[in-house]
């Protein structure tokens, strides 16, 4: 089975400082994951991925997320948080040795950066 | 490409009343997907397509709910009848075929019964 935790509901932040929002899963092949992030009353937009290779992803915006295997645990960062990064971040993934195109979404973590 | 195209953006009906969420997937992705969103389940998927053959309905919550993809370029979401609890914002997303590959959403159709 496959499953996304994401184990805060909410992560505030001061803007200027880092901001880390977690995720972990479980698969039972080899991991795809990506992270989404949803502004209010707009649709989820893609940020970054993980298929492969180096462990440190970068992706829109300033984010990146570091793919730990043995943590399972794939963490959305930024150095620098800024007001507009305020929304909800989706983390998902994907079984790559499956067939099947569907994303496993975890709960998402509503992302409040204040001045 | 002008992205996933969704209508209407916002749908109000009372109950009993028939909805039709329609759909329009980017140009050449393979896959279609159907969402719900709501506070208290947050995304669900209910059901997706694959070179326009329905795959994995089992996230649909009744026999009220049916989609239908005719052509590679539209899909629908119908909801007969519909009920208050249906309330929710209804996404559409669409991918290539490769399962590196991310999904794209539309801007979703905020559907109220009332």
């Known amino acids: 089975a496959q499953s996304v935790a994401q184990p805060e509901d909410q992560v505030n932040v001061a803007e200027g400082n880092p901001l880390t929002v977690k995720c972990t899963y479980s698969?039972?092949?080899?991991?795809?994951l990506f992270w989404y992030v949803q502004y209010p009353n707009r649709g989820l937009q893609f940020l970054l991925k993980?298929?492969?290779?180096?462990?440190l992803v970068k992706g829109s915006y300033g984010f990146e997320a570091e793919f730990n295997k043995s943590q399972t645990s794939f963490h959305l960062k930024k150095p620098s948080a800024l007001v507009s990064d305020s929304a909800l971040y989706f983390c998902?993934?994907?079984?790559?040795?499956?067939?099947?195109?569907?994303?496993?979404f975890g709960r998402g973590t509503q992302l409040t950066v204040w001045p | 490409d002008a992205g996933v195209i969704q209508s209407p953006r916002h749908e109000v009906t009372e109950m009993g009343q028939e909805v039709t969420l329609r759909c329009k997937p980017i140009?050449?992705?393979?896959?279609l997907f159907w969402y719900r969103q709501t506070m208290m389940r947050g995304l669900e998927l209910l059901i997706y397509?694959?070179?326009?053959?329905?795959?994995?309905d089992s996230g649909m919550p009744e026999d009220r709910f049916s989609a239908k993809m005719p052509n590679a370029s539209f899909s629908t979401l119908k909801i007969q009848p519909s009920e208050p609890r249906d309330s929710a914002v209804y996404f559409c997303?669409?991918?290539?075929?490769?399962?590196?590959?991310?999904?794209?959403f539309g801007p979703g159709t905020r559907l109220t019964v009332t």
């Open positions: 993980y298929i492969t290779g180096d462990n």
């Open positions: 997303a669409s991918s290539f075929h490769g399962a590196e590959d991310e999904q794209y």
């Open positions: 998902a993934v994907r079984d790559g040795g499956s067939t099947l195109g569907r994303l496993y």
């Open positions: 397509f694959n070179n326009n053959v329905p795959i994995d």
């Open positions: 140009s050449g992705h393979d896959y």
């Open positions: 698969v039972s092949g080899n991991p795809y």
